[in-house]
């Protein structure tokens, strides 16, 4: 399409769009060779009364063939346009955006995160003695849901072993509490988790053992895990200390070997490293026409997490302008009351500009989650191109 | 594993197991992408069977070499996502001790 076709078109356009005005197209992420009306369909989600509106991606490089328009994304122009704002960080969760990829690929990495990024959790209980009220077996599911606070990186995945239970691919911890007679009940933490460096403690099998060799163990460690230098600095333990396991009544008594493994979590749900990992787009709240004096104030009022504020444009005369709209949840609240408030609010999602939250259940720093999730993906690719050669 | 004619390579579908829309859905983005591609999707036959079908139309050369490219893409992809990933921590990390030490 020459220069002169392309301004023509563009003139046309302004005309058939019913008046969307022309701040839309001087959006920095608005590249200015599709029609304004036809990107805007592409790179946002129209959020209507009823329902959203083109929330499919158009990812097929020919789809504007018609238009003779590429829509192919190569690396550079990718490498380009891609951008990760932290927006905040702490030791169990982080917050972030990601801007300029497709929801095929952060969504990849969201469900990575949930399903595939290894951890370690309880897997094998050992009971010696259960007198409490609680179930074998219901209070083996609530140790198993415990985080472990220890780095997967540094252990193996049991099959890797063979089906031996070694020190590179157990931990195994021991929870022995009573309570006594005549004293008060007692509540039982996490805390009371201890971690055993040299493996089990408890005979694998009634036989005998011969006088000369050790009685085996459900474990064989070959050497004790206390000597490796990041458990000295560390031991491996719950990521919280204060989880409520059991309640012991006088006279009752718990004494078990609990085992935690390397695993992920499409497993089990107890190996995910997150308590969640999500996204969200991110809105755009858009005023199609003056909303001033009272109906702004009208409209200021109905959105409940202030994305809308007065601004004082003389003359005693008030406008409402867009403060906040990264806060907007989309209940779609500012739009309901007719078709006047339709046409003057547009709500909007951008569909390449994703808002990221991992909430880490404490084996990993969040951020070293993300980073591991995507070298997971990698690895996928790679197997495959393994496979294909 | 890889199902197709053997006097078209063009056309064919790939049969990976142990993967999911974790990665079938992630390389269709990337094949769709290729302007070699006219036509890739992929579905799951069985929803317990551990596998994905990926079906990849080209306007002529060989399917699996078209899919070994988009897989190698969306590794470059994700190298980039990391690399300015682990960058964005960082900058993130030393403007905050920076915050810190003014109070
Ligand atoms: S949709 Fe809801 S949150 Fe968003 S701007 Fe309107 S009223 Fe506010």
Same mark, same amino acid.
Not at chain 1, 153 to 170: Q, V
Not at chain 1, 199 to 221: H, Q, R, V, W, Y
Not at chain 2, 85 to 100: C, R, Y
């Given at each position: ?389 | ?17 142990? =993967? ?12 769709? %992408?290729?302007? #070699?591609? +006219? *036509? ?24 699996? =070499? ?12 994700? %190298?980039?996502? #990391?690399? +300015? *990933? ?18």
């Amino acid at each position: 399409m020459s220069e002169e076709e392309n301004s023509m078109s563009e003139i046309e356009n302004q005309e058939q769009n019913g008046g969307v005005p022309d701040y839309i197209m001087d959006l920095e992420d608005v590249p200015s060779k599709l029609p304004s009306h036809l990107q805007v369909l592409k790179t946002r989600v129209i959020c209507n009364m009823d329902a959203p509106q083109h929330t499919d991606t158009l990812q097929y490089s020919g789809v504007y063939a018609a238009l003779r328009v590429d829509n192919s994304v190569r690396l550079d122009s990718f490498c380009n346009n891609f951008k990760v704002e932290v927006k905040r960080f702490t030791d169990d969760d982080i917050e972030f955006d990601m801007i300029g990829i497709d929801p095929a690929i952060a969504n990849a990495f969201r469900r990575i995160l949930i399903a595939e990024v290894p951890t370690m959790a309880i897997e094998r209980i050992y009971i010696a003695n259960n007198t409490s009220l609680i179930q074998d077996e219901v209070l083996s599911h609530r140790l198993g849901l415990i985080p472990i606070d220890a780095d997967p990186r540094l252990f193996e995945y049991p099959d890797n072993a063979g089906g031996e239970n070694n020190e590179k691919n157990t931990i195994v911890f021991k929870l022995h509490v009573s309570c006594k007679k005549g004293h008060p009940r007692i509540t039982v933490k996490s805390d009371a988790l201890k971690w055993l460096p040299n493996g089990s403690e408890l005979i694998a099998d009634n036989t005998k053992p011969n006088a000369d060799s050790k009685a085996k163990t459900f474990t064989s460690f070959s050497c004790s895990q206390g000597s490796r230098p990041e458990f000295s600095k560390k031991p491996p333990g719950p990521y919280n200390l204060d989880i409520i396991l059991a309640k012991l009544g006088p006279g009752q008594e718990i004494e078990l070997e609990a085992h935690a493994v390397k695993g992920v979590g499409k497993t089990h749900a107890k190996w995910s490293p997150v308590a969640t990992a999500w996204y969200r787009m991110l809105p755009e709240v858009i005023l199609m026409k003056d909303v001033k004096d009272d109906l702004a104030e009208e409209l200021v009022s109905k959105c409940p997490v202030k994305v809308f504020d007065i601004e004082d444009i003389g003359k005693g005369r008030r406008k409402a302008t867009v403060v906040n709209a990264r806060a907007c949840t989309l209940c779609r609240e500012c739009i309901r009351g007719g078709q006047e408030w339709e046409d003057r609010v547009a709500l909007r999602r951008v569909k390449d500009h994703f808002i990221f939250t991992i909430e880490s259940t404490g084996a990993l720093p969040p951020d070293v989650l993300f980073t591991e999730a995507v070298k997971i993906l990698e690895d996928k690719c790679e197997r495959v191109i393994t496979e294909l050669s | 594993m890889e199902h197709g004619s053997y006097s078209d390579l063009s056309k064919s579908t790939f049969c990976l197991v142990d =993967e999911d829309h974790t990665f079938a859905n992630s390389v269709r983005f990337t094949l769709n %992408q290729d302007p #070699r591609v +006219t *036509f890739s999707g992929y579905s799951i036959p069985h929803p317990s069977e551990n596998r994905v079908n990926v079906r990849v139309q080209t306007t002529g050369d060989p399917a699996s =070499e078209v899919l070994k490219d988009g897989c190698q893409d969306l590794m470059l992809i994700c %190298q980039h996502v #990391r690399s +300015t *990933f682990e960058k964005a921590v960082n900058d993130f990390k030393t403007s905050k001790t920076g915050d810190d030490m003014d109070i």
